[in-house]
């Protein structure tokens, strides 16, 4: 099967239960719950927790997919809680949470999917209970650390001398741990031993961050007809993304971009900037050795379509272009 | 060993577990996670985790010490989160988390606690993966059901025909549920069956049902020189208590009473009509035929001074005058 029929096949299913969920309980709260898990949504997580499951033990995707669930309610749980920090008033095209119903009804929701989300771990098929508290152990560790990351993404907001170790720190916690658990979640309740485990748990982690710095990078370069978003938004806002910390620490000077409008022009200039410094090869760079390392480590897994698909997943978060 | 020694001696241990996590990291969300933490407070629920394990078996609760910490910090995330929703600057005597940083941080601060809950339970040592795996379920469902109970309770403000048997509802989800987890968990990781664990669960239940029935009754009873709070705030504020509801299914008229400032003569006529119109005694019974069948469901455990404690500490939640 090609990965991208993979992911949709993945897709369907995930929304599909996203919608059950939706019907399941007639509650506000259960409804206010729902509301972005029924937006759609790329559903990479679940995709990695099955695809991990699959690498060790062939049909264990099957058993195991209410952990995929899981992370995705987890994921939800996180934007839902975001939207409201943040004061985002659309995703995915839908107005947000706390923009329906309101801040507390919100601050439930997010809490609700929380909770579902171990429910769920639980649930799982054909799996120790070992690894269920190994799984259980992987996603609050995660949870804890995204935390820490949006509090460090959010702090980052009144700065503009974010290290690129500083980066890279609020980056794993914000988007690598939950990938991380994805990959270790599936390997574990499928019964993977400790080598593997670790092998897609880091796999997760480095291709969590470095699908980050690629979204920094699509911010750039991604014309807002082909992304849906402004482009050069990060630039406009000065906002410590990878390539301005790259930039200033190549004595790059971005200070004349830093204005809420910019013209293509401008925005043209920038990338002929950030790309004759080196600044987009050396972001590229990073996102690239992520990946390479992430697919060595796989060596421990037997050969298997499955792991196939992980790998190219991998190359996908750094070739996707929007 | 007395009933109020034993509190005296767990709060004393969770105080010093609080304390030592307010030191543990130097990261502001880790400050704001732990500001409620170390503001006291009565820790009786991980009292009745540790009495639980006891009664099961003796010893136990030096073992999972860990889940008895799960629980005070999944009550104080609720605390944390309940008091962003109802606006409230002032909890323990201490302004409240997003009154001391801000709404994002404390939405974080919550979620960090609600983390560290599922971690905690985890680590509890010398306990088989299947009873951790039965306590992440039972905390993940408390913590389901407590949103809806606090969802619950929010609805009822704007409402004055709230039903008796909505009232009960919204209290087990809201008081009742995280109390049975308490004892639950307790009682699952210490090794009892399932009778044993049931039964511990129905006494946390419905003791936290009674403990609720009883705050209702003590913010009417208690001078405010006694309770540290405004008597009779419920009945200014026409809020959906157990008497409120009582005393509008017994025909009788309180609406002289809903304004912002009673005296103390008015608070005592209003105390006078709900005693010799049976309302306050019909509360008492409802929250004493709680407790007499909690501790009558009892019997499946063996006798154990662990046992005389929860017994003791049911008999607490409603003799406690503030």
Redesign the interface.
Known sequence: MKLDEYLKTVAAKVDMEADEYSKAVD???QKAASHLLVSGGKRLRPALVLLSAESIRSGASEDIFQAALALEWTHTFTLV?DD??DGDSLRRGRPTVHVVWN???A??A???L??????Y??RVKNA???S??IA??M???S??EL??G??ED??FETRSDVTLEEYLSMVRKKTGVLYAAAAGIGAALAGGDVKQISALYTLGLNTGIAFQIQDDIIDLLAPSEVSGKDQASDLRENKQSVLAILARDGGIDLSAYHKPDLSKEEIADAISLLETSGVLDKARGMAEKLINDSKAGLSVLPDSEAKTLIMEMADFFIARRY
């Open positions: 509650s506000t709260l809680h409201i920090m801040e507390a009804t601050i439930l997010g809490d609700v929380y909770a579902n989300a171990f429910e771990l639980c120790t209970s070992e269920k508290v259980v152990q996603l609050a560790h949870c804890h935390c820490e949006q509090q959010v702090s």
